[in-house]
C-alpha cells in the first residue's frame, strides 16, 4: 500500500521498495513507496529482499525512476537517476522546501555522543532525530532571552556566546526506548533524555532562573505508622496486644455484618497464616491494607496501619459461582496469588479473610459485589476502631510520605482509567477511613468522570476496589495503597507531578467517548506537559484507553499508556498517539493466566514509563515494537533505562516461581 | 431435504446428456451426465433420487441425512489430465470452459498462470480461498506445470489483497518454479488478456488466446479444484461463492458449497434481504447476469448479489457498450427495468469484431468517450448507461 507523505518523512532512513507497478521516467513521490511497516510480512512470505545497496527513501524522494518497474522491488542506485542526497542544499522539489536542507547526516551522528564536542566555549547542541519533519525555528531576542522553538528536527547547530546563557547541555545519549506493548508501535532513538531535567534540551523555553536546580515546594505530608502484627486470633474482644490482634468471635461478628446488607446470605471469617497457604480458598475479590486514620483527613495527618496482616474477600453466590467476571482465581492460595504484587498479599502475611455468600445470581449484578464489600468492611471496621486505641508504643515505624511539586520541571498528570461498567466494576472514592465504605462514592455513580485526588490520598486508602475483571490485571485496594506509578512520579524530581485523576470506563460506548472527551477538556485546561494513562483488565476498557490517549495527544501533550496487553489482551483499537506503550504484563506467555494480580502495574513497569515519557517530552521519539508480542522488548528497554540512568531495575518474578495451578496445568500451561 | 437443481449445461459446449433416470438412487458424486462434444462431465453434489430430467436439468431430491466427506471417487488414473477430465473440471472464474482441453495444449517454456485477481468489485471468495489453501493451490500448480510442460508458474494476484498475497508469498517461498506477480488494482484486471499484457509484456489482439503468448490461465478455485480431483479423487462438485448487496451480513463468502442449490438458501443462510431490495445478479457486477431465487449454483457461479431496487429514471438514454461490462441485452434489461426509454445505441471505439462477438482491443485502457456521447446526444439522449470500466 502506497504511503502518504507523512509516513514517508517518519521513514525516511527506511528502505525505498516500489509499493506499486511504476512507470519509467516518472519522479519517485511518497505514493510510489510501501509502507516499511509491512517489510517484515513481505520478507517472511519470501516477496522481498532487501539488497545491501538499496536506496533509502530520503534519497529516492524527487529522484527518476529509469524504467518501467513492477510493484515489491526494492529501488538500488542503478534503476534510479537523480538520487537525491539528503545533505545537498540543491534541491528542486517544490513540495519541500527547507526541510531536506536540515536532515541529518552522518557527521551529526558522530557528534552527538561527543561529549567534549558539548561543553567546549562553542556550545554545540546537535540533535540527529531520525525524524525531519519540517523545522520551526524562530529567533528572537527580548529582555536578554533568547527563545527558540523547534518543532522537531536534526543536525541543528546553535552557537550562542557562553556568557549570555546559563543553559547547561543536554546529555545526549543514542539510547532506543521501545515501545513494549504489542499492538503499538512506536519507538525510539535519539532521545535527548537528560541526566539532570527535561527542561534542558532544546525544545525547552529557556524560562529564567538557573534550571539546574530542583526547586521543591511542599504540598502536603502525611505519616504513616505501622503497628506489627504477628498473629491473629479470635477471642472475645477485637483488640490488638503487642504484636498480637485479637478479633472477636467471627460467629457473633459476621452475623452483625451479614445483618447489615439485604443481599448478604452468609459470612464466614477464617485466619490464614503463612502454614495454610495451600489451602482453597474462592476467587479473591480484593486485598485491603488494614488502615486507620488517627489524625486529619485521608491524604493527610497520621494513618495507623497494620504490618503483617491484610484483609481479604472473597465470595460465590449461593450457587457457589464466583464473584468475578473473565476468570476467576479460586485453588490452593500458594498457586493461584501472585505474591507481593502491590495489590497481593506478601507472602508471609497473615490474612484475615472473609468468604461471603449472596442471593442466587446476584453475582453479576451492581448490588451483590457492592453489598459483599459493604458487609465486609463492618469486620475491617471494628479492627480500625482497635487500632485507634492501640498503644502509641506499638508503633514500629513512622513512615513520611510527602507530596511535593517541582515548580521548574515539567508538569505530568497520571490519569488512572478504574473500572466503572457496573456489577462488581466499581470503585469507591475516597471514603472516611483508608480503604473504607463510608462516605465513598462510587465512581459510576458520579458518571464516572474524571476525578482528582491527590498522589497522597491515593496512598493513603483513597480508592476502594470493587473492580474484578480478569484476576491477573484487577488493582486492588491493596494496589492503590502501594501504587508504584504514583510513588515513582511523586518522588522524581526530573517532573512535577500536579495529580492523579481517576475515570471510569463505562459500559458503552457513547459513555466512554462522553467520559473521555471531558477528560481531553480537563487536560487542556489543566495546561501540563505530559501525561501517563493506566488501566487495568483488557478488551472493552482499551476502547476507552485509546480514546483517552487520543484526546490528551491531540492536544499536543506528550503521553504514554500503559495496560496489559501481550498476547491475549492485544489493544482492538488504536491511533496514532498511541506510540509510546507500557505492557504490564509479566506471564510467560502473555496471557490472562487467572493468576492473582500476576499482570499488575510494578515499579519496573513505572519506571519504563517514566523513561518514555521523559523521553517524549524531551522531543524524543519511541521505536515502533515489533509486529507480534515479543518480551524481549521489554527486556531491552530495561537494559536501556539501566545503562542510561545507571540503575539497576530489579524484575518481577511471574507465574513460573509459584508451583502450576489447576488451570494452568489443565488449561494454560498443558504439557 | 431440498431440491436439487443439476442444470446440464456448467460449461462451454453442448448440453450435457443424462446418464440417470426418474427414480435412480444417487449418490453424492456419482457421474449423472456425460458430454457430447466439447463439455464436462457431472456429477450430483448431494445424494438422493432423481425426481425429474428436463430438457436443461436433472432435478434430484436430496436425503436429509449428507456427509460432506462422503463421495463417489473418479475412476484410478494415473495421468492428471485424465483425472481432470474424470472430475468434469472447467474453469470455475465465470468462462466454464472445459480444463481438460485447455491443458491439453503444451506449452514448453511457457507460462503457467493462476488468475488470483478477483476482479470483479464484491467478490471475495476467491480472496478468501487463496489465504486459506494457499498450500493447496500451490500444489495444483505444480500438477499443471506438469501437465503442461511450462517452465514458469506465476500466480497473478492485486497487492491490494494482503492477506492472500502473503499467504500465497508464503506457500511459493520454497517452489522454484512458482512465483506471486502483481496486477494493478483496476477492473478488468483479470481479463487474460490484461494479465498476459501485465505479466508478460505481450498485446494480444482481440480473440486472441493467451496460448499465443505461451501462457495458459487458470482461476485459483479451478486450481484447486484440479488438487482435489488428483488428491481426493473428488470430482467437482462443490463451488465457493460470495453473497454481497442487499443482505444482512455482507461479504459473506460459502466455501464448498454443493452445486444445485438455489440462491435463495444462501440469501437466507446469509440474515435474508435488506428491504426493499432490486433483482438478484449471479456473478460479478460487470459480467453477472439477472437470476431468481431459484436459481442454482453451477459450476461457473461466483456469486449471488442483491442489488437495490432499480431507480426509476424517466428519460431518453443511450447504452454504452463495453467488452468488460454487461453487454447490450444486460444494458437494454436495465434500462427497461429503470423506466427509460432507448434511444440510442454505441459501442466503446476499442470494441472491434472478431468471430460474430465484439472484443476490446486494449481492456483495462479506456480512451475518451467523446465521439460515442456526442452521436448519442445527437439522437437525443439526455443520460447515458454504460458498463465501461474506467472513469
Known amino acids: ?671 | 431435504m431440498e431440491k436439487v437443481t443439476i442444470l446440464l449445461k456448467q460449461h462451454v459446449g453442448k448440453p450435457d446428456k443424462p446418464l440417470v433416470e426418474v427414480g435412480q438412487r444417487v449418490k453424492r458424486g456419482e457421474l449423472i451426465a456425460e458430454p457430447v462434444g466439447l463439455g464436462a462431465n457431472i456429477h450430483t453434489s448431494l445424494t438422493g433420487t432423481v425426481e425429474d430430467i428436463t430438457d436443461d436439468a436433472i432435478i434430484i431430491d436430496a436425503d436429509e441425512d449428507q456427509c460432506k466427506e462422503d463421495f463417489v471417487h473418479i475412476p484410478d488414473s494415473d495421468d492428471y489430465l485424465t483425472d481432470i477430465e474424470n472430475a468434469g473440471i472447467v474453469g470455475a472464474g465465470g468462462a466454464g470452459f472445459p480444463t481438460s482441453v485447455k491443458l491439453s495444449n503444451k506449452i514448453p517454456g511457457g507460462y503457467l498462470i493462476a488468475n488470483a485477481a478477483e476482479c470483479e468489485p464484491l467478490l471475495c471468495h476467491n480472496t478468501q480461498v487463496e489465504e486459506r489453501y494457499a498450500d493447496q493451490i500451490v500444489r495444483g500448480m505444480k500438477y499443471l506445470l506438469e501437465i503442461t510442460d511450462a517452465k514458469v508458474g506465476y500466480i497473478a494476484v492485486k497487492k491490494i489483497h494482503h492477506a492472500a498475497v502473503l499467504a500465497l508469498g508464503k506457500a511459493c517461498k520454497n517452489e522454484p518454479k512458482i512465483q506471486v506477480k502483481f496486477l494493478t488494482n483496476m477492473y478488468p484486471a483479470g481479463d487474460e488478456r490484461v494479465i498476459v499484457r501485465q505479466l508478460l509484456g505481450v498485446v494480444l489482439k482481440p480473440g486472441e488466446l493467451p496460448i499465443k503468448a505461451h501462457a495458459i490461465i487458470q482461476n485459483t478455485e479451478t486450481i484447486k479444484r484440479v488438487a482435489e480431483a488428483i488428491e481426493l479423487r473428488k470430482p467437482f462438485i462443490d463451488k465457493d461463492i460470495t453473497l454481497d448487496g442487499r443482505i444482512k451480513e455482507r461479504s459473506t463468502v460459502f466455501e464448498n458449497v454443493p452445486i444445485g442449490l438455489p440462491a435463495k438458501k444462501f440469501i437466507d443462510a446469509a440474515g435474508g434481504y435488506i428491504n426493499p431490495h432490486g433483482d438478484i445478479t449471479v456473478g460479478g457486477p460487470f459480467t453477472g447476469h439477472t437470476g431468481k431465487e431459484s436459481t442454482p449454483v453451477t459450476k461457473t457461479t461466483g456469486a449471488f448479489l442483491v442489488a437495490m431496487p432499480y431507480p426509476q429514471v424517466h428519460k431518453k438514454i443511450g447504452l454504452l457498450e463495453c467488452e468488460c461490462g454487461g453487454q447490450e441485452p444486460r444494458l437494454r434489461e436495465i434500462a427497461k427495468k429503470m423506466g427509460s426509454e432507448v434511444v440510442a445505441f454505441q459501442r466503446c471505439k476499442r470494441m472491434v469484431l472478431v468471430n460474430g462477438r465484439y472484443r476490446c482491443s486494449l481492456p483495462g485502457i479506456c480512451p475518451g468517450q467523446a465521439d460515442a456521447v456526442l452521436a448519442m446526444k445527437k439522437k437525443g439522449a439526455e443520460s447515458i448507461l454504460t458498463g465501461t470500466c474506467q472513469d
Open chain 1, 1 to 671: 500500500m502506497s504511503i502518504s507523505k507523512e509516513t514517508a518523512m517518519d521513514h525516511l532512513k527506511d528502505p525505498a521498495v516500489l509499493c506499486c507497478r511504476a512507470e519509467g521516467g516518472i519522479t519517485l513521490q511518497a505514493s510510489n513507496l510501501e509502507d516499511p511497516d509491512l517489510f517484515p510480512d513481505y520478507e517472511d512470505s519470501g516477496l522481498l529482499e532487501l539488497p545491501d545497496d538499496v536506496l533509502n527513501i530520503e534519497q529516492v524522494l524527487g529522484a527518476t525512476l529509469k524504467d518501467t518497474t513492477d510493484a515489491l522491488l526494492p529501488l538500488t542506485p542503478d534503476m534510479v537517476d537523480n538520487i537525491q542526497s539528503p545533505s545537498d542544499d540543491s534541491n528542486d522539489d517544490s513540495d519541500k522546501d527547507d526541510s531536506e536542507d536540515n536532515s541529518t547526516d552522518d557527521t551529526a551522528d558522530n557528534a552527538n555522543s561527543d561529549a567534549s564536542v558539548a561543553t567546549s566555549t562553542d556550545q554545540s547542541a546537535q540533535n540527529a532525530a531520525q525524524t525531519v519533519t519540517p523545522v520551526i525555528t524562530s529567533g528572537t531576542t527580548s529582555n536578554g532571552v533568547i527563545k527558540i522553538d523547534i518543532a522537531k528536527g536534526e543536525g541543528i547547530h546553535l552557537e550562542v556566546p557562553t556568557n549570555a546563557s546559563t543553559t547547561s547541555i543536554p546529555n545526549q545519549s543514542n539510547q532506543k526506548v521501545v515501545n513494549d506493548s504489542t499492538t503499538e508501535n512506536a519507538v525510539a532513538n535519539n532521545n535527548d533524555n537528560n541526566n539532570d531535567s527535561a527542561d534542558n534540551n532544546a525544545t525547552a523555553d529557556t524560562d529564567d532562573n538557573n534550571p539546574d536546580e530542583v526547586q521543591t515546594k511542599v504540598v502536603r505530608e502525611l505519616e504513616r505508622d505501622h503497628f506489627k502484627i504477628t498473629e491473629v486470633k479470635f477471642g472475645d474482644k477485637t483488640e490488638i496486644n503487642g504484636t498480637t490482634l485479637t478479633i472477636r468471635t467471627p460467629k457473633d461478628l459476621c452475623k452483625e455484618a451479614v445483618e447489615t446488607e439485604k443481599i448478604v446470605q452468609d459470612m464466614t471469617l477464617e485466619i490464614i497464616t503463612p502454614d495454610d497457604y495451600d489451602k482453597y480458598s474462592e476467587t479473591i475479590m480484593d486485598v485491603q491494607p488494614i488502615a486507620t486514620k488517627a489524625e486529619g483527613e485521608i491524604g493527610s495527618g497520621v494513618t495507623r496501619v497494620l504490618d503483617g496482616a491484610v484483609f481479604v474477600l472473597t465470595g460465590t453466590d449461593e450457587n457457589g459461582i464466583q464473584i468475578g467476571e473473565f476468570g476467576s482465581s479460586e485453588g490452593e492460595m500458594n498457586k493461584n496469588i501472585m505474591w507481593n504484587r502491590p495489590g497481593s498479599p506478601d507472602k508471609g502475611d497473615i490474612m484475615i479473610k472473609a468468604q461471603v455468600t449472596i442471593d442466587a445470581g446476584r453475582n453479576m449484578e451492581r448490588i451483590g459485589p457492592l453489598s459483599s464489600h459493604k458487609a465486609a468492611d463492618i469486620i475491617t471496621q471494628e479492627i480500625r476502631e482497635a487500632l485507634k486505641k492501640a498503644d502509641d508504643s506499638l508503633i514500629v515505624n513512622k513512615e513520611k510520605l510527602v507530596q511535593k511539586r517541582h515548580p521548574n520541571q515539567k508538569r505530568v498528570v497520571i490519569v488512572k482509567e478504574i473500572m466503572g461498567q457496573g456489577a462488581m466494576h466499581d470503585n469507591l472514592i475516597m471514603p472516611v477511613e483508608p480503604v473504607g465504605t463510608l462516605g465513598a462514592k462510587p465512581n459510576v455513580d458520579l458518571g464516572n468522570l474524571p476525578i482528582m485526588l491527590s498522589p497522597l490520598e491515593v496512598l493513603d486508602g483513597g480508592i476502594h476496589a470493587l473492580t474484578c475483571i480478569g484476576p491477573a490485571s484487577k488493582e486492588t485496594s491493596r494496589h492503590y495503597w502501594r501504587e508504584p506509578m504514583v510513588l515513582e512520579a511523586m518522588n522524581d524530581e526530573d517532573i512535577d507531578l500536579v495529580g492523579v485523576l481517576f475515570v471510569g470506563s463505562p459500559q458503552a460506548n457513547t459513555e466512554k467517548f462522553y467520559v473521555s472527551k471531558r477528560l481531553g477538556m480537563t487536560i487542556e485546561a489543566m495546561d501540563v506537559d505530559g501525561a501517563i494513562v493506566t488501566t487495568e483488565g483488557f478488551g472493552n476498557n482499551h476502547i476507552d484507553f485509546a480514546s483517552h490517549l487520543e484526546e490528551i495527544g491531540k492536544r499536543g501533550v506528550p503521553v504514554v499508556g500503559m495496560t496489559y496487553s501481550a498476547v491475549q489482551g492485544q489493544l482492538v483499537v488504536g491511533n496514532k498517539y498511541m506510540d509510546a506503550m507500557v505492557d504490564n504484563n509479566k506471564s510467560a506467555q502473555g496471557i490472562e493466566n487467572e493468576i492473582f494480580e500476576n499482570n499488575t502495574l510494578c515499579p519496573e513497569d513505572a519506571i519504563r514509563a517514566m523513561a518514555m515519557l521523559e523521553t517524549k517530552m524531551a522531543g524524543g521519539k519511541i521505536e515502533k515494537p515489533e509486529r507480534k508480542w515479543n518480551p524481549n522488548v521489554k527486556e531491552n528497554n530495561i537494559k536501556v533505562i539501566e545503562k542510561h540512568d545507571n540503575i539497576k531495575i530489579e524484575e518481577e518474578p511471574n507465574e513460573q516461581s509459584l508451583p502450576k495451578s489447576k488451570k494452568r496445568i489443565e488449561i494454560y500451561e498443558k504439557e
